[in-house]
């Protein structure tokens, strides 16, 4: 049915104070507690019909209960050092279980749609890998047919150069890439400002 296909969540556990903590600098822990939830209760929505299997991996504890978490997903922790080799660590096992196709995603992307999600898996019917890119110069999605550690180990990551240096990574190795429409995460206040989530106590 999902042809191989598999998406792979990556969340934080909501826990006061260490989620969104450039936002909570501005606003508190609870109320950036409180977006967070709300980013990632549109995850869940969105991710719900996507046509493909779905892991979650959460980055300190697989709860026994969470928002994310459905009859058909699994839990995972995330493992590595940091993010880049936690990732490439999900996705390598994710291609060591059988999947052809893996599409990573967090939860920060409030304008990211089901729609977006399945162009992105179609993508890979064309090309070797597919990015979502993110205002911030980071990138909201990636998706590939098969690991590639170039990406993803010994690199520096929250900087404005992620993307521009993950693309020279796939050109530099020949890997065919497509690119998504431009959205915004949202980790800063002035993120949140420019979203429309962004409701100014009168």
Known sequence: MNKGRLLIIFTRNPIPGKVKT????AIGD?????????????????TKSVNAKKELFFS???????LLLTKESVARRQQGSDLGDRM????????????RRIVLIGTDCHELS???IEEAFS????????????????????GMKKAIPELFLER??????????SVDILLRLNISFKQL????DIDTLEDLKNSSLWSPCP
């Open 60 to 66: 300190d504890f697989i709860p026994t209960e969470d």
């Open 181 to 184: 429409r431009e959205l915004s």
């Open 22 to 25: 450039r936002l909570a600098a």
């Open 156 to 165: 520096e990551w929250s900087n404005p150069d992620v993307l521009q240096d």
């Open 114 to 116: 089901t729609e977006i």
């Open 88 to 99: 490439h660590h999900a996705l390598r096992s994710g291609f060591a279980t059988g999947a």
């Open 30 to 46: 609870n109320k950036a507690l409180e977006i967070y939830e709300t980013l990632r209760g549109h995850t869940a929505l969105i």
């Open 123 to 142: 993508a890979l019917d064309h090309a070797e890998t597919v990015i979502g890119p993110a205002k911030d110069g980071g990138f909201y999605l990636i």
